[in-house]
């Protein structure tokens, strides 16, 4: 069995998911951002201003990161703390930008399914791709996208490296948050169709980090960044 991160790691280049020239900001929705505890971002338009404004100067920067990060957002939102385990660990890497940024391919793949999983905070419109990599196969994600990205979509479809496959969606459409794009890598995806955890509880975050690599392997933004 290949080793899937060794072999993300080890290919050259990867095609920029959002191709725009604006740089890019580290994000931190964790506990240790002090401003981010005295706030109430139950109101989705409060957290987008505040994500906009306060931390992406009026959209001067992108906004990145949150791959294995504890985040302390998820707790306005049912969807993550309706159980007897809240989920808080995510499990991708979020990329902050306007409503209606293309979403390129990183490399030739199929897409797997697709959904619109239209819950408040969920991921919104949903496409999964398939990809076959120096004989390992693995799955991206890519969610909280515009209704508009699931039209011309259909399971097998063929997607080439750059494409322009997706579009990120605008709030509430996209599950209800300020526009950015939920990118994730998923080394087995089992019955998964359309959907997939993007974020797990902490007891369940080693699993589930085993399964999802950090994005940054394609991404390779974040390891630049201090």
């Known amino acids: 069995m290949p080793d899937l991160s060794k072999t993300l790691r080890e290919y050259p280049r990867f095609s920029d998911l959002v191709q725009n020239s604006k740089p890019y900001r580290k994000l931190d ?6 401003d981010l505890m005295r706030r109430d971002f139950s109101e989705t338009s409060a957290f987008s201003d505040y994500v906009s404004r306060e931390l992406l100067s009026e959209n001067t920067f992108n906004g990145i990161g949150g791959y294995a990060e504890n985040r302390i957002i998820y707790r306005h939102r049912k969807h993550f703390t309706d ?4 989920r808080s660990i995510h499990l991708g890497i979020d990329i902050w930008t306007d409503a209606g940024e293309p979403v390129h391919a990183p490399l030739d793949g199929i897409v797997h399914s697709y959904a619109f999983n239209d819950h408040y905070g969920d991921y919104g419109p949903t496409i999964i791709l398939a990809h076959e990599l120096s004989g390992a196969t693995f799955y991206t994600l890519y969610g909280h996208l515009s209704l508009e990205s699931l039209k011309d979509i259909y399971q097998g479809k063929p997607i080439s490296a750059g494409e322009n496959f997706a579009f990120i ?8 948050w300020p526009p950015h794009l939920h990118f994730q890598i998923i080394s087995d995806i089992g019955g998964y169709r359309g959907d997939f955890p993007g974020v797990s509880s902490v007891e369940e975050q080693d699993y589930y980090l085993a399964l999802c690599p ?3 392997l394609i991404l390779r933004i974040c390891w630049k960044l201090t």
Request: net charge negative; proline share 19%.
């Open 29 to 34: 929705f964790t506990e240790n951002n002090a």
């Open 83 to 86: 159980s007897d385990k809240p």
């Open 169 to 176: 969606g605008p709030y509430p459409e996209n599950g209800d």
């Open 214 to 216: 950090d994005p940054d």
